[in-house]
């Protein structure tokens, strides 16, 4: 995601002056490609450029970016006065909130901007973007933003786009591991899918989930775009919610099983269509 947010950028005229990832091979063809820096620290990404975008896995990750306890070394927070993080990860409000705490801290600013789009529309700057943090700092990056954005939205406070872009991934994990089952059924009870997928499209059973993932379910083509282990990583991030709002969620906990399930069988790196390879008959990888 951040490489082809690179592209794009780079495509649109801005420059990319450097780029970092944790694995170094990485940087090192994307900024060749590109024309920038590979930083082989943090405290040289920050130095390099006033806006800094950051796409992690997880929350861990997300915070080892931002240390201030003495732990790590290298940080984004070195000499960061001034500088703005743009954090597109999907991790827990929490940890937003806290990561925003600590560039305060530095003199620095945050801000979310939580992505419910692939890696295609990295690319061609057609992401949905859900932002969150201090309007003037969403005002300061939103030129920006549009450029890699047909859909930015403001929502307020920091960790408020962190929530909606958990319920997002956790409708849309129920709604993948629903289709799985369907289509599932529907082949045990000797039926043809691509019959049932034509009519699930007409009627109630039509989603967004049927269009990326249905065939793929049905022909086990399971290349991945959003990955068995990131649906199991939200599906918790919505179950959590939940717990501390009080609220039982029972079909999100049902989906969260199903992908922890699913990367436990060391199918993780499989899309989360791949969930399908635990639900219809017969089926074993």
């Not at 039982?248 to 969260?256: E, I, Q, R, T, V």
Request: proline residues 2%; negative net charge; charged residues 20%.
């Amino acid at each position: 995601m951040g490489g082809n947010m690179a592209r794009r950028l780079v495509d649109c005229g801005y420059a990319v002056t450097a780029v970092y990832d944790a694995h170094s091979e990485n940087a090192t063809a994307l900024a060749k490609e590109i024309g920038a820096k590979h930083a082989e620290t943090l405290a040289e990404v920050t130095a390099a450029a006033d806006i800094i975008f950051t796409v992690v896995t997880d929350d861990a990750a997300q915070l080892s970016l931002f240390d201030e306890a003495g732990n790590n070394t290298d940080t984004l927070l070195t000499s960061a006065q001034g500088k703005l993080f743009i954090n597109c990860a999907t991790i827990s409000p929490k940890t937003h909130v806290e990561v925003e705490r600590r560039a305060q801290a530095a003199g620095a600013a945050t801000l979310e901007a939580c992505m419910a789009s692939s890696i295609p529309q990295a690319r061609q700057g057609t992401l949905y973007l859900m932002c969150a943090g201090a309007e003037t700092d969403f005002a300061r990056a939103e030129p920006i933003l549009k450029t890699l954005s047909s859909s930015l939205r403001y929502i307020g406070r920091t960790g408020q786009a962190a929530q909606v872009k958990a319920l997002v991934n956790m409708v849309m994990n129920i709604n993948t591991a629903g289709l799985a089952e369907g289509l599932g059924l529907g082949e045990a009870l000797g039926l043809d899918l691509d019959m049932l997928r034509e009519v699930f499209s007409q009627t109630g059973a039509a989603s967004h989930v049927l269009k990326t993932d249905g065939e793929d379910m049905q022909r086990r083509d399971h290349e991945c775009y959003f990955s068995a282990a990131h649906a199991a990583k939200d599906s918790g991030i919505a179950w959590t919610l939940g717990v501390e709002a009080g609220l039982p969620l029972p079909l999100a906990s049902a989906a969260k099983q199903q992908y922890e399930r699913l990367v436990a069988r060391g199918l993780g790196g499989l899309d989360k269509s791949g969930v399908a390879e635990i639900t219809f008959k017969g089926r074993s990888l």
